[in-house]
Nanobody, 121 residues
Framework: QVLLVESGGGLVQPGESLRLSCAASGSIVSIPTMAWYRQARGKERELVASLTRGGISKYADSVRGRFTISRDNTRKTVDLQMNSLKPEDTAVYYC???????????????WGRGTQVTVSS
């Protein structure tokens, strides 16, 4: 139906950068919202950043000024540029998309399987 595939996770030292990418595929009509969430061990999943098709962005306070979300509506991708990474950023990062699909009128949520980001010295 709809598949979200993340890439770009890995192990980095504090202060370094990573760029996460997510590609959506399937019988997609439109994607009103694309976003990145993360879940650290022992914590609840939290919104990192989101971006609507119209260009409205939202960031968690903990990442504002360090992370930048972007999307390519033609390619159906969303990226997260993560700079000045901190150990507190260590988590599994999940791609999210709120989409409409062929043959349906309702928005539906889809999630990627996640990619691990570890920030450690």
């Amino acid at each position: 139906q709809v598949l979200l595939v993340e890439s770009g996770g890995g192990l980095v030292q504090p202060g370094e950068s990573l760029r996460l990418s997510c590609a959506a595929s399937g019988s997609i009509v439109s994607i009103p919202t694309m976003a990145w969430y993360r879940q650290a061990r022992g914590k609840e999943r939290e919104l990192v950043a989101s971006l609507t098709r119209g260009g409205i962005s939202k960031y968690a306070d903990s990442v504002r000024g360090r992370f930048t979300i972007s999307r390519d509506n033609t390619r159906k991708t969303v990226d997260l540029q993560m700079n000045s990474l901190k150990p507190e950023d260590t988590a599994v990062y999940y791609c999210y998309a709120d989409v409409t699909i062929v043959g349906d009128y309702k928005y539906r949520a889809f999630w990627g399987r996640g990619t691990q980001v570890t920030v450690s010295s």
